[in-house]
Structure formats: structure tokens, C-alpha cells
């Protein structure tokens, strides 16, 4: 249950015929692709665009529709403005366990042993520093599989389509606050972090592996995957409201207000799109027509990082 906490923060309707909403609604019948036209009410065009916040090759491979959109939009929308980070210490300050909290004391002997190869390893930090810093902001980084075959980029896809966007010398708009989306993943429990912890250097292997089954369902564009990979009956209720519909909410207010004025690209994680709350959901009960965009081709990974060039 602990992993699938991490698997909603990575991740994160329709007019043209009857039974088209409910095609957004049940994830078995939505089309499998990422990106979506939102139209018709303003005059003006969204293109959103569900990311997965990671650096394999396969998920920054783009589709040609994904790459016209953004180029041919005027301005490009994206969770949060990477250059809007707060002050260094501010932010330490909210990654930091408090100073009577110490993770060894929530880890076993041979628990902690596995910690501190893991983030020598993994993080180049000596565990004296490793173990202050709140479990949930580690976790992701030590599940993942070092011996994986998906190549690493060294870029973030949500990171990269915002230098795409600033290299066409778009506007970039953030949904929302870097703080608020630390104060919502601050909202997990310590106990809650330490398990997920204790059970991740119990069994690695199974934390890599769902890492690797939900990038492959995000490839296919497969949210009916995607749902259930996400859907655990033990996540308290009132931390997906948080995480999942009162973000969908902001974020579709906040592009409905840019489409009031101009078109837009949007990058948000591909969790937020379908469902009853989701944002394209949420686009359509505001007046919009909503369809599904896909691609003929797709980009590889290395001949979309030439685009920055």
C-alpha cells in the first residue's frame, strides 16, 4: 500500500457522441492516449497533456501531436513553475524530519544497514545526512532499479517540455505553489513515511517493479492500469480528496481563466485527467468539448532532446 502513495504523486467529458463522458469516467474505455483537446467555450484551445514525473527514455519519447501542440500554443501550463522554487532554507526546513525524530529508530539493524549502502549508492550522501531528511522524499529515488533497461535522460519530462516551451519564449504558468504541493505530501504521516520505508528495504525488488509496471501502463496510456495500480482502499480518503479532486478543481479553474484569454499547452500528471473529478471531467462541466488527440509517430527520446539545441 505504502508504494502506491509515491505512484499518485508521480502520475499526480466528451461531446462528440453519446456515452462519451462516461469513456472519461470508467478507465476500461478511455482512449489510450496522454494527450486531449479542450475547446469551444472561449474560442481558444488547451491542449493538456498528462506527464509522469520521470527520466526514462521511453516516457520523454513525444508524439508528433504533442510536439505541434505546443508549438503552435501561446502559452504552456505545468503544475508548478520550476523557476518559482522557493528560498533553499525554506524548503530544507519542510524536507527535514524534526530534530527529536530520528529514522533509526524506526528501522531494524539490518534495516538501517540497508539504508545507508542504498543512499551511498544511490545518492552519494553519507547516512549521517540521508537519515534527516523526511522518508517519502527518498523513497522514490532508492525504489528505483539501478539495473533497469530503460535508459535514464537526465531530464524530467515535465522539466523538459517546459525548456521546449521556454525555448519557443512562451509564457510558462504554474497551476499551483511548490509549497502547496509540499504541504500535501507533508500530510502523510511520519509512521505512515517510516512503513514505507521498512517496507521498501524489506523487499526492494517489489518497489522496483511497480515502479517499472506503472511507467509501462503510462507509456500505453493505459489508465485503466493506471487506476489500479493507484487504488487502495487503506490510502485514507481524505488524503486522495487532497492529492487528487481539490487539485483537479484548482487546476481546471486555472485553465479555464487562461482560455479566457489565449490558447495554452498543459502538463500535468496524467493521475489528475480521468475520473469523475479529473480535470478533462471537470473542463467539460464547465461548457467545454473535450477529444481525445493522438499521434502517427513518436520522437525518441534523443531526437527530443535536439529540439533543445
Do not use: C
Not at 478511455?30 to 497533456?49: D, F, R
Not at 527520466?55 to 513553475?81: C, P, Q, R, T, W
Not at 524536507?95 to 534495516?111: F, G, I, R, W
Request: aromatic share 8%.
Amino acid at each position: 500500500m505504502r508504494i502506491k502513495y509515491t505512484l499518485i504523486l508521480l502520475l499526480g467529458l466528451f461531446h462528440f457522441r453519446s456515452g462519451y463522458s462516461q469513456e472519461l469516467i470508467n478507465p476500461s474505455k478511455i482512449p489510450h492516449t496522454l494527450l486531449w483537446e479542450v475547446s469551444g467555450k472561449s474560442g481558444h484551445k488547451a491542449y493538456i497533456y498528462g506527464t509522469m514525473h520521470s527520466e526514462s527514455d521511453k516516457v520523454i519519447s513525444l508524439g508528433d501531436s504533442v510536439v505541434y501542440y505546443l508549438n503552435h500554443s501561446a502559452e504552456f501550463a505545468m503544475e508548478v513553475d520550476p523557476d518559482s522554487l522557493p528560498d533553499p532554507m525554506s524548503l530544507l526546513m519542510k524536507v527535514m524530519l524534526p530534530p527529536d525524530v530520528a529514522l533509526k529508530d524506526s528501522l531494524s539493524p539490518a534495516q538501517y544497514e540497508k539504508f545507508s549502502m542504498m543512499v551511498t549508492q544511490k545518492l552519494g550522501l553519507p547516512v549521517t545526512v540521508a537519515e534527516r531528511i523526511k522518508p517519502f522524499f527518498l523513497y522514490y529515488i532508492l525504489s528505483e532499479d539501478s539495473q533497469t533497461t530503460q535508459k535514464k535522460t537526465g531530464l524530467f519530462l515535465d522539466i523538459l517540455l517546459s525548456k521546449l516551451a521556454k525555448k519557443r519564449k512562451m509564457e510558462i504558468v504554474g497551476l499551483e505553489s511548490v509549497n502547496s504541493q509540499l504541504d500535501l505530501m507533508l500530510d502523510i504521516p511520519l509512521a505512515n513515511q517510516f512503513k514505507m520505508m521498512r517496507e521498501l528495504l524489506d523487499d526492494v525488488p517489489k518497489a522496483s517493479q511497480a515502479m517499472k509496471d506503472e511507467t509501462k501502463s503510462y507509456i500505453n496510456a493505459d489508465f485503466e492500469a493506471l487506476s489500479a495500480e493507484m487504488d487502495d482502499p487503506e490510502i485514507p480518503k481524505d488524503f486522495m480528496d487532497k492529492m487528487l479532486r481539490q487539485r483537479n478543481i484548482g487546476m481546471a479553474n486555472q485553465v479555464d481563466s487562461i482560455l479566457n484569454k489565449t490558447s495554452v499547452f498543459v502538463a500535468v500528471g496524467a493521475a489528475h485527467l480521468p475520473l469523475q473529478d479529473g480535470v478533462l471531467n471537470l473542463m467539460k462541466q464547465k461548457g467545454y468539448h473535450i477529444r481525445p488527440v493522438f499521434s502517427r509517430k513518436k520522437y525518441t527520446a534523443a531526437q527530443v532532446r535536439k529540439m533543445l539545441d
